[in-house]
C-alpha cells in the first residue's frame, strides 16, 4: 500500500524531497504534475508542481487537486513541501496551501518545519537561519520573486494565514516525542493549528516525526523526510541505478541566489560560459538564442555553462525597465528555449539551476517523471528522465544548494 503523498510546490524542491525520502528507505518516484497512474512498487510520490510563486488562489487550486488524486490512491500520510528558505511573501503561498489542503484532509492541526540542517537551515526560537546568519540577512531579502525580509516564521506565517500560528520550541523537542506531542495537542486545544518547530538537529527532525505522527498533513522542506523512515519502517530502497551518461554535458542557470553565484563564478574559471541578458532578450529574442547557440555549436563536447547575467547593474536595469517578473520569464523562456535546441543535439547530461528555470525547461522537455539517483550534495541528487528528445540525465539545483564547485565535480557520479 503507498504510504506518503506529497506535495512540492516547485521541480527542485520536489526533487529534493524525493532524495530524502530515498535515503529514509521509501521507494519513491517523482512526477510533474499529477499522473494518470500509479506506478507500481511505490510507497511514496512526489507530484512536483510549478506553484511557489503565482497566485494563492491557483497555487491552492492545483494543490487541492493533487491531494485529491493522492487520496483516490489510498496514501495515508500528506506532506506539501516548500522551500528550506520559506520562500514566499506575506500574501502567501505556504500558509494559504497548508491550510487549504489541512482542511479538505478534515485535519485541525499541522507543523511547519522548513529546516535541513545539512545544508545549514535551522530554525531556533521561531527564527529561519542559513549558516549562522538570519534568513533576512542571508541574501533572500533581495530575492527578485519572494524577498524573506522577516526571519521570524511564527510571525511570518500570522501575516499569510487565517489561523492561529505558534511555536513547538527546541527545549521541549529536546525532551523527547512526548513532551513533543503533547505541546502539540496542548496547542490545539488551544486554538492553534499552525505550529513551526524549532529544529536544530536531524535528532530533532526524527523527534517532530515521530511526535506528528498522529497528524495525517505535515509541511515542511525536505529535512523532515529524514526522519519519517522511523515511523513506518519502509523497505529499504536506495538510489537508482541509473543508465551509465552519454552525449554532451550542459549547465542552464537561471537563479541570481548567492551560492548559484558563486558556482557560476567558480565554473567560469574551469568552463566555457555565456551569459543571458534579459535586455537583449527584450531586444531581439530570436537573435539572442541564435548567437547564443552559434557559441555553443563548436564546444558541445565539454561542459557548457550558460547562466542568467547576474551583474547587479544588468539586473538592476532590466528590472527597471522590463519589470521583476517579466524578466525573470524572459530568461527562464529563453534558457528553455537554448536547452529544447541543445537537447536536439546530442546534449543528455544537464544541470538546472533555480526553482522556476527548472519548471519551465522541465515542462519544456516534455517530462513526466524522474528515476531518483545517487546525490550530488545534499538535496541535489541526479535523476533520471524519459524527454521529447530521448533519455537524460538531469540534476534539479535549488538556487542555495550545493557546494560552490558542484558545476564542475557533479559529472564524476555518472561519468564513472
Request: net charge negative; with cysteine; glycine share 10%.
Amino acid at each position: 500500500m503507498p504510504i506518503i503523498g506529497c506535495i512540492a510546490d516547485d521541480f527542485t524542491g520536489g526533487t529534493d524531497l524525493a532524495n530524502n525520502l530515498v535515503k529514509s528507505g521509501f521507494r519513491t518516484v517523482q512526477t510533474i504534475g499529477v499522473p494518470d497512474t500509479l506506478p507500481e512498487d511505490v510507497d511514496a510520490i512526489v507530484i512536483a508542481l510549478k506553484s511557489r510563486s503565482i497566485a494563492a488562489e491557483t497555487a491552492i487550486a492545483q494543490s487541492l487537486a493533487a491531494l485529491d488524486w493522492l487520496e483516490g490512491q489510498g496514501f495515508e500520510k500528506f506532506y506539501f513541501k516548500y522551500c528550506s528558505t520559506f520562500d514566499s511573501t506575506p500574501q502567501g503561498n505556504i500558509g494559504p496551501v497548508a491550510e487549504a489542503l489541512m482542511h479538505a484532509l478534515g485535519e485541525t492541526q499541522t507543523v511547519f518545519c522548513p529546516a535541513f540542517p545539512a545544508t545549514g537551515r535551522t530554525v531556533y526560537q521561531g527564527h529561519l537561519f542559513v549558516g549562522d546568519t538570519l534568513l533576512n540577512e542571508s541574501g533572500m531579502q533581495s530575492h527578485p520573486l519572494n524577498p524573506m525580509t522577516d526571519a521570524n516564521l511564527v510571525r511570518w506565517l500570522a501575516h499569510q494565514s487565517e489561523a492561529r500560528t505558534g511555536l513547538l520550541p527546541a527545549e521541549v523537542i529536546e525532551a523527547g516525542e512526548q513532551a513533543a506531542t503533547d505541546h502539540l495537542q496542548a496547542m490545539n486545544a488551544d486554538g492553534c493549528p499552525l505550529v513551526v518547530t524549532d529544529t536544530l538537529s536531524d535528532a530533532q527532525l526524527t523527534t517532530i516525526a515521530r511526535a506528528s505522527r498522529h497528524l495525517r498533513l505535515v509541511t515542511g522542506g525536505s529535512g523532515l523526510a529524514l526522519g519519517l523512515g522511523a515511523l513506518y519502517e519502509p523497505p529499504a530502497s536506495a538510489p537508482a541505478d541509473l543508465p551509465k551518461a552519454h552525449g554532451g554535458a550542459l549547465i542552464l542557470a537561471g537563479s541570481a541566489s548567492q551560492r548559484t553565484r558563486e558556482q557560476i563564478a567558480h565554473a567560469r574559471e574551469h568552463m566555457p560560459a555565456q551569459a543571458v541578458d534579459p535586455l537583449s532578450l527584450a531586444k531581439d529574442f530570436e537573435h539572442t538564442i541564435e548567437r547564443i547557440l552559434a557559441w555553443a555549436a563548436p564546444r558541445l563536447g565539454a561542459p557548457l555553462l550558460i547562466h542568467s547575467d547576474t551583474r547587479p547593474e544588468i539586473v538592476e536595469q532590466a528590472q527597471h525597465e522590463l519589470g521583476v517578473t517579466a524578466a525573470g520569464e524572459l530568461v527562464e523562456r529563453a534558457l528553455a528555449a537554448l536547452a529544447e535546441r541543445l537537447v536536439a543535439r546530442d546534449i543528455a547530461r544537464l544541470i538546472i539551476a533555480g526553482g522556476e528555470t527548472s519548471g519551465t525547461i522541465v515542462n519544456t522537455l516534455g517530462i513526466h517523471s524522474l528515476r531518483i539517483g545517487g546525490e550530488i550534495d545534499p538535496g541535489v541528487p541526479w535523476t533520471f528522465a524519459d524527454s521529447n528528445h530521448g533519455p537524460l540525465h538531469l540534476a534539479l539545483k535549488s538556487g542555495n544548494f550545493g557546494a560552490p564547485d558542484m558545476f564542475t565535480r557533479a559529472w564524476d557520479l555518472i561519468n564513472d
